[in-house]
């Protein structure tokens, strides 16, 4: 369970079967709306589950089309349209933490370059929406990150924010690409 992006005291329910259900209707299909829909991002060892090739085959826009598109055919609309939902906010996170390229075109994918950006909003509205889930999951103790991921993650974006803030006006940078902003090196280094 989830508070809808939009409508906090609205609450939805996403369902990682409506996935499936998608997978296992387009499987045989030689054009399929889900392309990137694969059994091992769905079913991924606990090893797997940290690769985030196989989230992103989760979080990908084409399974929101297949969602949308499927929902009346397979008998779950509800369902699927809950799902979608949650699948376009978190992807709409994910693209705006992810901007590498200075010179991409696309919405999200823009580098922050003034703290006039309709993103910031986004970020402070993520924030919200992530405390009216905690709260939720102190309501019905399912359904939610764990306290350490929830705090993680909170305290990630209000960081993001006030650093693309303190580069832009007090470092004077022309531009921020949060996809930077990673521990790849790290990782690779001592991973």
């Known amino acids: 369970m989830y508070p809808d992006p939009s409508e906090f005291s609205q609450i939805r329910k996403v369902s990682f079967s409506s996935l499936f259900k998608i997978y296992n209707e387009e499987m045989n299909n030689i054009v399929e709306i889900a392309p990137k829909l694969c059994l091992k991002a769905l079913k991924p060892t606990n090893f797997e589950k940290q690769n985030v090739q196989l989230v992103l085959k989760i979080f990908e826009e084409s399974n929101m089309t297949a969602l949308n598109v499927l929902?009346?055919?397979?008998?779950?609309?509800?369902?699927?349209?809950?799902?979608?939902?949650?699948?376009?906010?978190?992807?709409?996170?994910?693209?705006?933490?992810?901007?590498?390229?200075?010179?991409?075109?696309?919405?999200?994918?823009?580098?922050?370059?003034?703290?006039?950006?309709?993103?910031?909003?986004?970020?402070?509205?993520?924030?919200?929406?992530?405390?009216?889930?905690?709260?939720?999951?102190?309501?019905?103790?399912?359904?939610?990150?764990?306290?350490?991921?929830?705090?993680?993650?909170?305290?990630?974006?209000?960081?993001?924010?006030?650093?693309?803030?303190?580069?832009?006006?007090?470092?004077?940078?022309?531009?921020?690409?949060?996809?930077?902003?990673?521990?790849?090196n790290l990782e690779a280094r001592f991973g």
Not at 88 to 101: P, S
Not at 138 to 148: A, I, L, P, V
Not at 159 to 178: C, H, M, P
Request: hydrophobic share 40%; with cysteine.
């Open 71 to 184: 929902q009346d055919k397979l008998g779950y609309p509800e369902m699927f349209k809950d799902t979608a939902i949650f699948i376009k906010h978190v992807l709409a996170f994910w693209q705006i933490m992810d901007i590498k390229n200075p010179t991409k075109v696309k919405v999200n994918s823009v580098p922050f370059s003034s703290i006039d950006d309709d993103r910031f909003l986004f970020f402070s509205k993520f924030v919200q929406w992530l405390d009216c889930w905690k709260n939720l999951k102190q309501n019905k103790r399912e359904g939610c990150f764990s306290e350490e991921t929830l705090f993680a993650l909170r305290q990630t974006v209000n960081t993001i924010l006030e650093l693309i803030k303190s580069l832009l006006t007090e470092q004077n940078f022309k531009y921020v690409l949060t996809g930077k902003f990673q521990t790849d």
